[in-house]
Every structure is written in C-alpha cells, then in structure tokens.
C-alpha cells in the first residue's frame, strides 16, 4: 500500500497504488459547487434579459444553428431555416418562403431587383405566397418613401409599394420582402474615406429575404408616409412597387 489517500469529500482511505480513489470512490469527481456564490434572482433575471437580447439577433442565431460545413448545401438550408426561431417563424414557413422567392425572377444585383419589380414581381411573389400559404398571407400597403440619414435625404411621395405579411395579428406575425434592397440607396464614402451606410449592416433589411418582425420593417430607416394594414378600412389603392 502506497502512503497515499483518497481525499473524496475528506475520505482518509489509503488507496492502491496508480489509483486516484478508494474502493469506495473509485470513478467519482468531487464537486465543488457548494464553494461557488449562490445564484441570486437579479442574477437569474440579467441572463435571461440577455439570453432574449441574443435570441432577437437573427445572426447569432444563424450561428448557434450552424451545422459542420460538411453537410454542404443541406447544412446551409437548415441553418437558414431556423435562423427565425426568435421571432416564432417555424423552419417550414422559412423554407417555402425561399421555395416561392427562387421562381419569381433574377435578384442577385440592384439591376436585376429594379427589373423584376418593373415585371410585377411584387404582386407576382406574394400571389403566389398566397398559394403556397393558403389563409396565411395577406397584404400591407405602403405609400410615399423617405430615407433620412446625416446630410442625406431622398423623398418619393408619390412612390407606391407593397409587401406580404404572414400569420397577421399572430405570434408568429411576419413581414416578407425580397425586393427591399432595391429600395436602399448605395452606400456613399464620406470625405474620410468611411462608409456612409443608410442602413444598419446587421439589419434584416440587408438579407437576402427580408424576414422579419413589423416593427423590425416599419421601424428601419426607410420611412412610409402612408401605411394601410391587412383590415384597414381606409380606401384602397393597392400599391404596385413600380
């Protein structure tokens, strides 16, 4: 026997030797936990603020959902599809979203944004969202752009534009645009050289799809004059986006 003890929680046994335990604890950890501060309930309420605060951005939800880059094309899908859990967007509304917006026409370039929307992409997208979603779907009026930003102004009063909204006055109530980039003026490099960005990098207005909340569209910097919700009683005259 080896002048050696087991030392578990105060065990005194001598153990054998190339053995850490006794036959008692042999395999067992000591656990420290009652040597760390308690967990008060202020303690308890920052982290969970915090967690909500995470979970609303979309990219560090695509992040904590990203799959090893094995999976290739599959990978990317899922991740891109459960990037909207924060905001109650279920990963089968997400993907047919993609599945509509992929046969409307081209969107890779400013250029060929402005083209589709000229075809009547717009009304051409969300008609057929309405197909794939049936009861899910309707249809948000806006009317007369403003972009504000510095020194920065544009203004198009008489600019009509429209945008699909799924699961309206629900949980899971979404804006759907694939064409807001269009609307997005470049960005212009100020006299130091930096980049003067109208709109945030992070904002969901920047993807590829527009997925988001009403507040998160409504709330950017693009400013309505003029926005008619699904129900709204006031006279219609439906936008084109042309």
């Not at 979309?58 to 924060?86: C, H, I, Q, V, W």
């Not at 026409?105 to 589709?116: C, I, N, V």
């Not at 794939?132 to 020194?151: C, D, F, N, Q």
Request: glycine share 10%.
């Amino acid at each position: 026997m080896a002048g050696k003890f087991c030392g578990f929680n105060g065990c005194r046994r001598v153990v054998r030797d190339g053995e850490t335990r006794c036959w008692q604890h042999k395999g067992l950890v000591e656990d420290h936990s009652s040597d760390s501060s308690p967990v008060t309930f202020v303690d308890l309420k920052d982290r969970a603020s915090r967690w909500r605060k995470a979970t609303r951005n979309t990219g560090f939800m695509r992040k904590l959902f990203s799959p090893p880059e094995s999976l290739g094309d599959d990978g990317a899908r899922f991740s891109r599809d459960n990037a909207y859990t924060p905001i109650d967007v279920a990963p089968e509304t997400v993907s047919t979203i993609y599945e509509v917006a992929g046969k409307i026409g081209p969107r890779s370039t400013k250029d060929e944004l402005g083209r589709t929307i000229a075809s009547g992409g717009v009304t051409r997208f969300i008609d057929s969202l309405e197909q794939a979603m049936p009861g899910r779907v309707s249809r948000v009026e806006l009317e007369g752009l403003s972009i504000e930003k510095g020194t920065r102004k544009i203004d198009a009063p008489d600019y009509r534009y429209l945008v699909a909204c799924v699961d309206y006055g629900e949980d899971s109530e979404i804006i759907v645009d694939p064409f807001v980039r269009a609307l997005i003026p470049d960005s212009k490099a100020s006299a130091s050289g930096s980049s003067d960005d109208i709109i945030d990098l992070a904002s969901p207005l920047r993807d590829d799809i527009a997925i988001c909340t009403m507040a998160e569209y409504l709330g950017q910097e693009l400013a309505w004059k003029n926005i008619r919700l699904p129900g709204d009683s006031r006279g219609n005259t439906a936008p084109t986006g042309q």
